[in-house]
């Protein structure tokens, strides 16, 4: 009875999404592409006002979105294929080896210490507070060299912004994958074989509410990354770009840890799901962060920042 009722859950939680996007939609076409509808005898004056304003912005918005969308640069390869480029691709796999190491081995270590215990209050903030301080200093000790992406769903999101080319992110991709199986590799050998915890989503959550968590937090994370690194209005708020990445981090596990794990990373999940050889909901937390992110690299790296794409110099 449980599943069954868990099921009706998740069946009426698609439906009802489903609905809402269909009724976004119809509205959308509605406004845009029904000739005079603001004019029409049987509406009143302030209703007519209102869709013709509402009109006018959507056709705005859709136009600068168009535009600025132009900006993504595919790349070319003497800059992806360059020295620079191969420091900051190595770069990017030490920094992910790193973060991973210390992400993933939190939570074996809170495994081991209470006998696989289920994850407690005061477990889930340590958990959170590692990942947070790992993905500090990750991103410090890479910003220099590779921009400390340390995460496949970031560079989507900068790439969508135009910060980066998309050859040289599907670079940074591999780096960061690479970096986070081998960490968890090495984590497998130094506990002993310890059993390498997955992200999944909890029990009584489904697969839908796990990818708009995702979308959420993983949003939240790109948009603090634009806001604070990216920018180029950032000022001294830069300084704290990696503390206040870290932090959203942190918050954004405290948050969704329960729920749908708080990954945020496609690369987190996706090293121990090699290394476990266990691939449940894995996909989950690809498709969520990398909505999130790239939503976020959308509005407010094609509409705050205005900017073109700069290569990576050849040499540093």
């Known amino acids: 009875m449980v599943i069954q009722g868990e099921a009706d859950h998740n069946r009426s939680s698609h439906l009802l999404i489903n609905n ?144 980066i080319t998309i050859l040289t992110g599907i670079f940074y991709w591999i780096a960061q994958l690479l970096g986070a199986i081998v960490a968890c590799f090495i984590l497998k050998f130094v506990t002993g074989g310890l059993t390498i915890p997955i992200h999944t989503v909890a029990a009584g959550v489904g697969a839908i509410e796990g990818v708009v968590f995702e979308i959420i937090i993983t949003f939240a994370l790109v948009y603090t990354v634009y806001a604070t690194a990216a920018d180029p209005k950032k000022g001294d708020i830069g300084i704290i770009a990696p503390i206040a990445i870290g932090f959203i981090v942190g918050a954004n596990i405290l948050a969704a840890g329960p729920f749908s794990g ?13 290394v476990s050889g266990d691939f449940t909901d894995n996909w989950i937390y690809w498709v969520g962060p990398l909505i999130g992110g790239g939503l976020a690299g959308l509005i407010y790296g094609n509409v705050f920042i205005h900017s073109e794409h700069q290569p990576l110099v050849s040499e540093y």
């Open 20 to 163: 809402m996007l269909n009724m976004l939609l119809f509205l959308y076409l509605l406004l845009l592409y029904i000739p005079d509808l603001d004019k029409a005898y049987v509406l009143s004056e302030p209703f007519c006002i209102l869709i013709s304003s509402s009109r006018q912005f959507l056709q705005e918005f859709q136009q600068l979105l168009f535009s600025e969308m132009a900006r993504i640069a595919f790349g070319r390869f003497n800059d992806s294929f360059s020295l620079g480029s191969f420091k900051a691709y190595v770069a990017e796999f030490i920094s992910t080896l790193l973060f991973v190491f210390a992400g993933v081995g939190s939570a074996i270590a809170y495994d081991k210490l209470t006998s696989n215990a289920a994850l407690d209050p005061a477990g889930l903030v340590a958990i959170a507070i590692c990942h947070g301080f790992a993905l500090f200093v990750a991103v410090s000790v890479g910003a220099n060299i590779s921009g400390g992406h340390v995460n496949p769903a970031v560079t989507f999101g900068l790439a969508l912004g135009g910060q």
């Open 262 to 274: 708080g990954s945020m990373n496609p690369a987190r999940s996706f090293g121990p799901a090699v």
